[in-house]
């Protein structure tokens, strides 16, 4: 079986160190380098997770360093959510791993350049690859398709209108979307509907192996932080639903739509307006997420837990 090759563009954050750990842990992905970027914490933190995580597995994986800031506005991060850690939660020992001597961009492009086809797939603020693009673009024809977590056909999470990533900076996101590349956008409409519970954490504790310790130590954090800010009663994962994706193209209905970015900087700043019923007559440029199979979904989150 031929494996599917990845490159994750990140910025742990709890549930992007989910997707990494799905990703590590599946035959059918091979995953060759993680970017990180500024997003859920400052890019210090989002890097020192990123290393953390790879050498609490054990892996032999590139992390490269990406962009610090968004393209025009100001960092905002979400520590309410994920912490001062960026991961609060778990106690990693310190590593002596050391990021790639390229930075995100330049790493990404050296792999695609060696490689006929690789899917992008950015589960934090499209900094990066909108980095990649604008100043290689020689990279385009190697890449299959960029499958992403963010944005929403519906309301944000961070204003009204705006879903995090999106909003942290929009004018990347809108390089993205009018690359002319396969976009694959897993929104907030359908990563709402995995919320994980307590009652569910108590069922993958009972894996108990160091994936299982790992992600219920983690989730415990971010369980209690979406109840406190949004008053969820359990936790939606939403970056891992682009890994889940990948391993089974079942998991997620898509809707090929036309999608625009506000990047007017009014209410609606970072909103993506998904175009889901064809009213402006524009030539579609992404396939959007619009429904999940939930227990499938979960089944795959419990596969990937068992396999380490």
Known sequence: MEKRKIILDSDPGHDDAVAIMLALSNEKLDLL?????????????????????V?????????????????????????????????DG????????????????????KILLENDKVTLVPTGPLTNIAILLTKYPEVKPHIEEIVL??????????TPAAEFNIFVDPEAADIVFRSG??????GLDVTR???????????????????????CDLMKVFIDNQKNVFGFEGAPLHDPVTI????????????????EIDVSGGPSYGRTNCDQFNY??????SFVAIDIDINKYWKIIKNGLENF
């Open 149 to 158: 977590m963010g944005g929403s056909i519906g309301f944000g999470n961070v």
């Open 280 to 285: 402006l007559n524009r030539k579609p440029n």
């Open 181 to 186: 590349l396969v976009i694959k956008m897993m």
């Open 193 to 215: 509907k995995v919320k994980l519970t307590f009652d569910m954490l108590n069922d993958f504790r009972k894996i108990s192996n160091k994936a299982s310790v790992l992600f």
């Open 33 to 53: 380098a993680i970017a990180v970027e500024a997003g859920n914490q400052t890019l210090e933190k989002t890097g020192r997770n990123t290393l953390n995580l």
């Open 90 to 109: 778990f106690n990693f020992p310190k590593t002596k791993r050391q990021f790639d001597n390229l930075s995100a961009a330049e790493l990404m492009r």
């Open 55 to 87: 050498e609490y597995f054990n892996v032999d994986i590139p992390v490269a360093l990406g962009e610090s800031h968004p393209l025009k506005k100001k960092l905002e991060t979400c520590p309410k959510i994920h912490g001062e850690s960026g991961l």
């Open 244 to 259: 889940a994706y990948l391993i089974d193209p079942s998991v997620v209905t898509l809707k090929e739509m036309n999608t």
